[in-house]
C-alpha cells in the first residue's frame, strides 16, 4: 500500500519542522543568557534531582565550614589565655622559690612578694573567666557569666560541654576544661596563691608548697596540650571541608552550567540551518 505525499502534507512536515528548530533555537538563547544547562526541572528531570542533591552537600558543608571556624575561635581564644595562664604560673613558682629563702629575706621583701603574688592571682581569675563571644570558654554552657565566683567555686559542670558539629558523624569539644585545669574552691589555683601568701605574711616557710605549685601547673600544661589537639583536629577538618566544597561545587558546575562557548557555537549553527530551512 503507498501513501501518498500531497503538498498539504509537505506544508505541514516543514512547518513542524521548523517549529522544533525555532525551539531549538530558543532553548539554546535561554541556555546562552542564563549561562545554566537547567532552566526548569522538565529540561532534564535526572540532572535536576543530582543537582538539588548536590546543593544539599553545599548547604551542609557551609554550616559545617561555620561550625568549625566558630569552634577555631573558641579554640583560639582559650589557647591564648592558657599561655598568660602558664606565663604567670612560672612567676608564680619563681616568687614561691625567693620566698622561700628564710634567712635571706626581710619581712618587707615577703611582704613585697606576697602583694606581687595577691596581684598574679587577680591576673589568673581574669584569664580564667575569659570569654568568648559572651561566653566563658573555661565553663561550658553556664550562664552565669563567669567560670569562677569570687569564692573560687566552678560555675560549670562536666556534662555541659560546648560541641559543634564538623561533619555529618563528627564533633569537637570547643570549650576548655575549667576545673581540671584550674581546680575549684579550696584545692584551686586561686586558694593556693591565698595560702602561699598567708604562709608568707606569717613566718611559715613557703617551700612545700612547691609541689602544690608543681602539680596544678601540671594539670594547666594538660588541659593546654588537649585544646591543642583538639585545634589539629579542627584544622584537618576544615581542609578536608574546603576541598569538598570545591569538589562539591564542580559536580554543580557540571550539572547546572553551561559551556558558553559551545552554546554560543550551536546558537550559530542553529540561527543558520534555520534561516536555510526557510
Given at each position: 500500500m503507498f501513501t501518498r505525499v500531497t503538498n498539504a502534507t509537505q506544508t505541514a512536515n516543514a512547518q513542524h519542522n521548523l517549529q522544533l528548530s525555532l525551539q531549538r533555537q530558543a532553548k539554546l538563547y535561554d541556555q546562552a543568557t542564563s549561562q545554566k544547562?537547567?532552566?526548569?526541572?522538565?529540561?532534564?528531570?535526572?540532572?535536576?534531582?543530582?543537582?538539588?542533591?548536590?546543593?544539599?552537600?553545599?548547604?551542609?558543608?557551609?554550616?559545617?565550614?561555620?561550625?568549625?571556624?566558630?569552634?577555631?575561635?573558641?579554640?583560639?581564644?582559650?589557647?591564648?589565655?592558657?599561655?598568660?595562664?602558664e606565663a604567670l604560673m612560672r612567676r608564680f613558682r619563681d616568687l614561691t622559690v625567693q620566698g622561700a629563702n628564710d634567712g635571706s629575706l626581710s619581712p618587707e621583701a615577703k611582704e613585697s612578694i606576697a602583694t606581687e603574688l595577691e596581684g598574679i592571682k587577680k591576673s589568673l581569675l581574669s584569664l580564667a573567666n575569659t570569654t568568648y563571644q559572651g561566653r566563658t570558654v573555661f565553663a561550658g554552657n553556664s550562664d552565669a557569666g563567669v567560670a569562677f565566683q569570687p569564692d573560687y567555686s566552678f560555675t560549670g559542670s562536666a556534662a555541659s560541654t560546648v560541641e559543634r558539629r564538623i561533619g555529618s558523624d563528627a564533633t569537637v569539644r570547643v570549650d576548655a576544661d575549667g576545673a581540671a585545669a584550674f581546680g575549684t574552691g579550696a584545692s584551686s589555683v586561686f586558694a593556693l596563691i591565698d595560702n602561699t601568701v598567708s604562709d608568707l605574711r606569717s613566718g611559715v616557710n613557703?617551700?612545700?608548697?612547691?609541689?602544690?605549685?608543681?602539680?596544678?601547673?601540671?594539670?594547666?600544661?594538660?588541659?593546654?596540650?588537649?585544646?591543642?589537639?583538639?585545634?589539629?583536629?579542627?584544622?584537618?577538618?576544615?581542609?578536608?571541608?574546603?576541598?569538598?566544597?570545591?569538589?562539591?561545587?564542580?559536580?554543580?558546575?557540571?550539572?547546572?552550567?553551561?559551556?558558553?562557548?559551545?552554546?554560543?557555537?550551536?546558537?550559530?549553527?542553529?540561527?543558520?540551518?534555520?534561516?536555510?530551512?526557510?
Open positions: 544547562q537547567l532552566t526548569r526541572p522538565s529540561d532534564d528531570p535526572t540532572a535536576t534531582a543530582s543537582a538539588l542533591s548536590v546543593r544539599s552537600g553545599q548547604a551542609a558543608t557551609t554550616q559545617y565550614q561555620r561550625n568549625a571556624d566558630n569552634g577555631d575561635g573558641w579554640l583560639n581564644t582559650a589557647d591564648s589565655a592558657l599561655t598568660g595562664v613557703v617551700g612545700p608548697r612547691l609541689a602544690e605549685i608543681d602539680n596544678r601547673m601540671k594539670a594547666i600544661v594538660g588541659e593546654h596540650a588537649e585544646i591543642g589537639g583538639r585545634q589539629t583536629r579542627l584544622d584537618k577538618a576544615k581542609d578536608a571541608l574546603a576541598s569538598g566544597a570545591i569538589s562539591l561545587e564542580s559536580q554543580r558546575a557540571s550539572l547546572e552550567d553551561v559551556d558558553l562557548s559551545k552554546v554560543l557555537l550551536d546558537l550559530k549553527t542553529q540561527d543558520v540551518n534555520y534561516q536555510t530551512a526557510i
